[in-house]
Structures are given as C-alpha cells and as structure tokens.
C-alpha cells in the first residue's frame, strides 16, 4: 500500500492539528488495520492509535486518550489522526501505517505499509 501523509506543523499548547494519509487508489484502505505511530527525537517509535478493521476495535496509548480521534474515510480512501489539546510531547514525527486485516494489535512491527511520515511541533 503507498501512503502519503499530511497535515503536519507547528501548532500551540492546546492547539488542534489534523493529519491526514491517502492511499493509493489501487488499495481499498477499508481493507486493512491502520494506525498512526510517532518517533520523538532520541527516542524509539511509539504506537499512538489504531483501528482493527477484523473487530473494529479502537486502541489509543494513554496520554492521547481524550485528546485525539483516529478514523477512516472510505470514500476517499484517507485515514486520520484529529489532535486536540496537543502537548510539547506530542512534538514527533507522526507515520500512517497499514498492516493485514489480522492484525489486531497496534504494534508497529505487525504493519508493513509506511507513510513517509509528518512533523508535529507543539510549542509556544
């Protein structure tokens, strides 16, 4: 699957920013398990949100529960990653990524389609 992401930038302590990543149209994105993952400088890629597209579940880490909203646009083939209240740790790059409709976990080594990823930078 070849992913293009979007939205990133430099946004304000409390602020909203809202990525977005489009798939090839070759690829039906409904089709997969998607998720969003960010790496911090010095530090390793963390998992931020995902949906399981087997059981529809949501996972979300703890520090961004309440505060961004992971969803999907068949339509337009187009996941995103809504960010609300955003944090200076929230600054990262922030990566779409798809893996197989069995994947249930949002575990980056169970996906094996990337975007190229999109900086995130909260600061006054």
């Known amino acids: 699957v070849q992913l293009q992401a979007s939205g990133g930038g430099l946004a304000q302590p409390g602020g909203s920013l809202r990525l977005s990543c489009v798939a090839d149209?070759?690829?039906?994105?409904?089709?997969?398990?998607i998720g969003w993952f960010r790496q911090a400088p010095g530090k390793e890629r963390e998992d931020v949100a995902c949906i399981s597209v087997s059981d529809g579940k949501t996972h979300y880490r703890d520090s961004v529960k309440g505060r961004f909203t992971i969803s999907r646009d068949s339509t337009k083939n187009t996941m995103y990653l809504h960010m609300n209240n955003l944090k200076p740790e929230d600054t990262a790059i922030y990566y779409c990524?798809?893996?197989?409709?069995?994947?249930?976990?949002?575990?980056?080594?169970?996906?094996?389609?990337w975007g190229q990823g999109t900086l995130v930078t909260v600061s006054s």
């Open positions: 149209d070759v690829f039906d994105l409904a089709q997969y398990t």
């Open positions: 990524a798809t893996g197989s409709p069995i994947v249930v976990v949002c575990v980056d080594a169970f996906f094996n389609s």
